[in-house]
């Protein structure tokens, strides 16, 4: 058995084929730490490719391309990019340091990637996201009406300033003991395997 933390935005298509890849791997548990993306971007000088290369069009379209190929390679079926990218994950990242807080992030996560990255939902939305909460059977009228309190916010920003701390600069970033990987690209590494070449 391994542990590995994991550090989320649901912002990333990438993140959600990390997420998808390393969940394949029997024996390998992954400790959900929520940062907002947009907070590491700007604590440590970094843009999103979108917005870095967005006047590289070969890249962006290369860039796409490989999103579809690894989730070709790995199966990953249900995948669709979000018509609604980039969506802003303030609200639903604050909503993640409720789920944090009340011990539900095993049902809280997977419910959020899946509206963002299979059903293509613009979690932005208050109402969007109490509706994919409560249809995952948590409360979510009441999780993203906490979003609003201070403790919530504070929690979010002192997150993601320890991300930040750690050695962060984008997502998906997980760590084995004190080794940080970056990128999916590093999947196979803790034995994620393609099942299509």
């Keep these: 058995m391994k542990t590995i933390e994991f550090y989320y935005d649901f912002g990333s298509p990438n993140v959600y084929l990390a997420w998808k890849a390393l969940s394949q791997v029997d024996g390998l548990t992954l400790d959900l730490k929520p940062a907002l993306i947009g907070g590491i971007f700007k604590g440590t000088n970094n843009q999103p490719p979108w917005q870095a290369f967005a006047g590289v069009p070969a890249k962006m379209h290369y860039m796409m391309a490989e999103i579809r190929r690894f989730a070709t390679m790995y199966g990953l079926s249900d995948f669709k990019m979000n018509p609604h990218f980039p969506v802003n994950t303030l609200l639903a990242m604050r909503t993640a340091m409720v789920a944090h807080a009340d011990?539900?992030?095993?049902?809280?996560?997977?419910?959020?990637?899946?509206?963002?990255?299979?059903?293509?939902?613009?979690?932005?939305?208050?109402?969007?996201?109490?509706?994919?909460?409560n249809d995952a059977g948590l409360p979510g009228t009441d999780m993203v009406a906490r979003t609003q309190g201070p403790e919530i916010k504070q929690a979010l920003m002192d997150a993601t300033q320890a991300a930040i701390d750690r050695g962060l600069f984008g997502l998906p970033t997980w760590f084995d003991q004190a080794d940080m990987y970056f990128g999916k690209d590093n999947c196979w590494m803790f034995g994620a395997q393609p099942t299509n070449r």
């Design 103 to 133: 011990g539900v992030e095993d049902r809280f996560f997977p419910a959020v990637q899946i509206a963002m990255w299979e059903t293509g939902q613009d979690v932005s939305q208050m109402d969007v996201l109490a509706g994919v909460l």
